[in-house]
């Protein structure tokens, strides 16, 4: 069966320093990944979504990036984080193909900025 | 771009009392998504609808694809407290990306 890992769980950061959140899914090959945004506790914001090595769409202009380098890895990351950023972060996959499909999401990651 | 309005988007009620929750939305969409999140948890699929008119059943849950496909309902029977959490209702059009509901939120009093 398919799983998807997403750490740290917990991440209290200064202002201005960098950030690295990381996500893996397990069991299923050229998956669709997506990192969400949600600020208390309520809306997903969709942040990226790639569909394969290297293939990476923006959704929203902001002081974060986001890389897959393998197949089942994606990559959230900022050089410098704002307070702003603070919030939690959502892993998501989804098998490629149009209508149907449906995501599935990793546990969460939060994030202070401080 | 595609957007969806559910509601209501908070609910407070008695444990053993029934919910319903539903999402509307400005087109036509081929798939509609339910899922619940749990506090510091990532939401989780509830039930998944692909076609119009579709009735489904999860437990104590029943979500229908609206008819028209531009809405969709959720249902909660019996309420227990565990059933506590943001619901989240999501639809999918032409693209690859999904698009979210602002959630509701269920408290539930014993």
């Known amino acids: 069966s398919q799983t998807i890992h997403q750490w740290p769980a917990t991440l209290v950061q200064p202002v201005g320093s960098p950030l690295s959140l990381e996500c893996t899914v397990e069991g299923t090959s050229n998956p669709n990944l997506y990192w969400y945004r949600q600020a208390a506790g309520r809306g997903l914001q969709l942040l990226f979504y790639?569909?394969?090595?290297?293939?990476i769409s923006s959704e929203v202009p902001q002081n974060l990036s986001a890389s897959r380098p393998q197949d089942r890895q994606f990559i959230l990351s900022s050089k410098k984080l704002l307070l702003s950023d603070s919030g939690f972060y959502l892993c998501?996959?989804?098998?490629?193909?149009?209508?149907?499909?449906?995501?599935?999401f990793g546990e969460g990651s939060w994030l202070t900025v401080v | 771009g595609q957007q969806l309005n559910q509601s209501p988007q908070s609910m407070f009620i008695q444990e053993g009392e029934d919910v319903s929750m539903n999402c509307t939305s400005s087109s036509i969409f081929n798939t509609w998504l339910w899922y619940k999140q749990e506090p510091g948890e990532g939401p989780v699929l509830l039930i998944a609808l692909y076609k119009a008119g579709e009735l489904t059943s999860n437990g104590r849950l029943t979500a229908q694809f609206g008819i028209t496909r531009k809405d969709s309902f959720l249902n909660i029977s019996a309420s227990i407290p565990s059933d506590v959490g943001i619901y989240f209702c999501a639809g999918q059009g032409g693209s690859e990306k999904l698009v979210f509901g602002k959630g509701t939120k269920l408290t539930v009093n014993p």
């Open positions: 790639s569909v394969g090595i290297g293939q």
């Open positions: 998501a996959w989804s098998v490629g193909g149009g209508a149907g499909n449906t995501i599935y």
